[in-house]
Nanobody
Framework: QVQLVESGGGLVQAGGSLRLSCTASRSVFSFYTMGWYRQAPGKQRDVVATMTGGGATNYADSVKGRFTISRDNAKNTVYLQMNSLKPEDTAVYYC???????????WGQGTQVTVSS
């Protein structure tokens, strides 16, 4: 079992920056793909960025060049640095961990990001 706790959401003006954090209850990065997803009101949950155990990253087209996923192994924490934020980035952001061995899937509780125009 893995617990994920997100933090760092909030209200920011368009063009601003936020950094989200997701701390896992135990060391998981070597055997898990970590990801950030978001869900806007009335819409499905979509992937924003992912990072494999080996460190390979992937981004949704809508955030490429603006968002960066990274991790600190010693802190069991994955980050999402969000720059040049747009109103359409407004959503609840969720941290996700998927085991590459068992395919067990874990979600955090979500953190709200609101970008005002």
């Amino acid at each position: 079992q893995v617990q994920l706790v997100e933090s760092g959401g909030g209200l920011v003006q368009a063009g601003g920056s936020l950094r989200l954090s997701c701390t896992a209850s135990r060391s998981v990065f070597s055997f898990y793909t970590m990801g950030w997803y978001r869900q806007a009101p009335g819409k499905q949950r979509d992937v924003v960025a992912t990072m494999t155990g080996g460190g390979a990253t992937n981004y949704a087209d809508s955030v490429k060049g603006r968002f960066t996923i990274s991790r600190d192994n010693a802190k069991n924490t994955v980050y999402l640095q969000m720059n040049s934020l747009k109103p359409e980035d407004t959503a609840v952001y969720y941290c996700n961990a998927v085991s590459t061995i068992s395919r067990d899937n874990y979600w955090g509780q979500g953190t709200q990001v609101t970008v005002s125009s």
